[in-house]
């Protein structure tokens, strides 16, 4: 090896040793997820590691993506309509938007970028085929870390699936180190673009926490909003849409009837690929023949999401009720159709995360952040009993700037 090779491997060495001694160290967390609102970013101060972890949130911000941009993803989550020269293209380009995202809420956090340690990235997925051990998310490492001249760790699924894993989901592995209760147990429901669900028995131990994607968060809801309002509305703001209309029970037991995902056996993970926009499409116009208002349609989808999360909480999750306490984050904790009708019919205390002191927005940003820190401190940061994995893996990959 060179003497200049030498040097330089010297200095990356030390790098990492002088970040991984630190008490505590400042990380940025990104997120972007199905619903493409945009790129959630987090600047969080961690201390320790493991079940020791202890963090507080600096800032958070979301950069939201443009129509172009919106519509840039969606061409390439879709085989018909996506191509080689346009994913290599977007990689780069959602790099640098991902970079921006990092950037904004360091300085929102009144910091510098020579302040913070790492970032950790998600990345944007646009395929995920679990049942062949294979996803894709772009957003380009190596353009973050160039352009923040931050260490830079991302692309986190693709360990777990090496060893047999669905690579989803990963969050429940941040929720057992935060959330997790010694006298009683926690639902934690993520609701995003798709819905996601961490079962917390009292007193866990890893491989007692059960984890899943439960099928359509808000990506249904969201499509149907921009058809029934020729693009003004992405989604449906507060619930105020649905409040407005009447649930079709007919209805609601036929689209629960033509979903294969819902009671699908766990370990499961989905994704656009599976409730695809035709797929919103072709709801939306089933409810029009039905002579429903728009409002009537979009109550109904909501309770059909609604319906899809509280069959897999009763069927895999929780099935002897023991479970007096559903904890919910992302942008569906802001519908207060969803939040009632889950309160009505899991007969639990259906909370948000901010009623025990955390954000609902930031929490997938905040997790992605501490995946981060456990994959620099060479832990294994993966949950093989929610995602079907052989065995403990530390998930991720490691840029230099």
Known sequence: MKRKEKARVSIMISTLNTLLNKPKKMAVGLMSGTSLDGIDAAVIEIEGSGIQTKISLLSFNTL?????????ILRVCDRSSSSVEQICLLNVVLGNKFADAAMHSIHKAGLNLKDVDFISSHGQTIFHMPDHYATLQIGELSVIASKTGCITVGDFRPSDMAVGGQGAPLVPFVDYLLFRHTDHARILLNIGGMANLTFLPA??????????????????????????????????????????GQVSEEWLKDLLAQDCFTLKKTPK??????????????IYFQGKAR???????????????????????????????????????????????????????????????????????????????????????????????????????????????
Do not use: W
């Open 64 to 72: 939201p993506y443009t129509n172009e941009e919106k519509r840039n």
């Open 203 to 244: 007193n866990a131990k890893p491989d007692q926490v059960v984890a899943f994607d439960t099928g359509p968060g808000n990506v249904l809801i969201d499509t149907m909003m921009s058809i029934g309002t020729n693009g003004r509305e992405s989604y449906d703001r507060g619930g105020e849409v649905a409040l407005s």
């Open 269 to 282: 993970s989905t994704g656009r690929e599976v409730y695809t926009q035709d797929l919103a499409h072709a």
């Open 291 to 401: 002579n429903l208002s728009f409002s009537d349609i979009i109550s109904t989808v909501t309770a059909y999401t609604a319906e899809t999360i509280i069959l897999n909480i009763q069927q895999f999750a929780d099935p002897i009720g023991c479970t007096k306490e559903v904890l919910v984050g992302g942008g569906g904790s802001h519908n207060q159709a969803m939040m009632s009708y889950l309160q009505s019919r899991l007969g639990k205390q259906v909370a948000s995360m901010e009623d025990i002191n955390f954000s609902s927005d930031a929490k997938e940003a905040i997790a992605f952040a501490i995946l981060g820190n456990e994959f620099l401190h060479g832990n294994s940061n993966n949950l093989p009993s929610a995602t079907g994995a052989q065995r403990h893996v530390p998930m991720g990959k490691l840029v230099l700037p």
